[in-house]
């Protein structure tokens, strides 16, 4: 079946700019989660949706990160007034009950 | 909190030589641990898990990794590379076999090297 899709697969905006990324689940997968990849800080978990709900939101980079998850499936993770220091692979990861996490292939991007 | 490290940042191999990638971790509760491959370009693929019971946990493309409690490790072995083996791996850490509410904790990874 279809795994975890991400868009847009590589996105280039200029500093300040606002730019939304988008997650598509494997159907049914409950809980869906959010990673940034960057050189220097590794993998880090930004935010976890049980349904459309996220009970902690304290791992977002700051309050310049927000994310969202609508009707249980597709989420969207926005950065406004983007910083250079956002450039980065944003992964998504979805799994059902306590199943393992599959991850969609990322978003690249690169703030300029 | 909780931590993982991989001593290793590169590893070369030479193909059909053995491998072990080291994990260790850092968890106050009981550890859910992962191994994960990510290659060039690619989201991050389960290579295997570790839950409970048996400590020598098999996975797939013929890894397998074993849980050493006392050492708090869970390092990856194969015994023969293969040269689509290279990539980048990542072994991780969680509160349940879904990685739990607050996602899973990786180490930094280690980049694998095959030498023809």
């Known amino acids: 079946g279809a795994g975890v899709s991400q868009s847009p697969s590589n996105k280039v905006t200029e500093k300040g700019k606002d730019v939304e990324l988008r997650c598509d689940p494997i159907?049914?997968?409950?809980?869906l989660y959010w990673y940034r990849q960057s050189l220097g800080q590794g993998l880090e978990f930004l935010i976890y949706?049980?349904?459309?709900?996220?009970?902690?939101k304290s791992g977002l980079p700051s309050d310049r990160f927000s994310a969202e998850r609508t009707g249980g499936s597709v989420s969207t993770l926005t950065i406004q007034r983007t910083q250079q220091e956002d450039s980065a692979v944003y992964l998504c990861?979805?799994?059902?009950?306590?199943?393992?996490?599959?991850f969609g292939p990322g978003t690249r991007l690169l703030v300029l | 909190a909780q931590s993982v490290t991989q001593p290793d940042i590169h590893i070369t191999v030479s193909e059909g030589a053995s491998l072990e990638l080291r994990c260790n971790y850092s968890?106050?509760?009981?550890?859910?641990l992962f191994w994960y491959v990510q290659s060039p370009g690619q989201g991050l693929q389960l290579l295997l898990k570790?839950?409970?019971?048996?400590?020598l946990v098999q996975g797939i493309k013929g890894f397998e990794a074993e849980f050493k409690r006392s050492q708090s490790s869970f390092n990856l072995r194969k015994p023969s590379v293969h040269w689509s083996d290279a990539a980048e791996y990542f072994c991780?850490?969680?509160?349940?076999?879904?990685?739990?509410?607050?996602?899973?904790?990786f180490g930094k990874g280690t980049h694998l090297i095959i030498q023809p």
């Open positions: 990861a979805s799994s059902f009950a306590r199943a393992p996490q599959y």
């Open positions: 159907s049914g997968h409950t809980a």
């Open positions: 949706f049980q349904g459309n709900s996220a009970p902690d």
């Open positions: 968890y106050g509760a009981t550890p859910y």
């Open positions: 570790y839950f409970s019971g048996d400590t």
């Open positions: 991780a850490v969680g509160a349940d076999s879904g990685g739990g509410a607050d996602g899973l904790t």
